[in-house]
Nanobody, 124 residues
Framework: QVQLVESGGGLVQAGGSLRLSCAAS????????MGWFRQAPGKEREFVAA????????YYADSVKGRFTISRDKSKNTVYLQMNSLKPEDTAVYYC?????????????????WGQGTQVTVSS
């Protein structure tokens, strides 16, 4: 059974930092492109960042470029999202997702598995 479990969310002041983690199990982690998405209240789910299955390519939404960094640790089957210089508009539930050999980055409907999400709240 495939599981993606996010952690690391919380409440932080504007300008602060958080690191999200997504631990994957039940799949061959090295074969999956991993993505982070977020959904704010009343808004659609939006792409945040992705890292290719090889780890050689990363992709970011314009709104987070230069502030967020995605990485993966194949020895721990975990993908991370380092979030710096957080803004109130970053407040959302953050989800990780896995796409088998996904590329370029994958559109949301191509992802095979999703986590349950972790809440990030940035106060002004």
């Amino acid at each position: 059974q495939v599981q993606l479990v996010e952690s690391g969310g919380g409440l932080v002041q504007a300008g602060g930092s958080l690191r999200l983690s997504c631990a994957a199990s039940g799949l061959t982690f090295s074969r999956y492109t991993m993505g982070w998405f977020r959904q704010a209240p009343g808004k659609e789910r939006e792409f945040v960042a992705a890292i290719s299955w090889s780890g050689g390519n990363t992709y970011y939404a314009d709104s987070v470029k230069g502030r967020f960094t995605i990485s993966r640790d194949k020895s721990k089957n975990t993908v991370y999202l380092q979030m710096n210089s957080l803004k109130p508009e970053d407040t959302a539930v953050y989800y990780c997702a896995a796409d088998l050999y996904g590329s370029s980055p994958p559109p949301p409907d191509e992802y095979d598995y999703w986590g349950q999400g972790t809440q990030v709240t940035v106060s002004s």
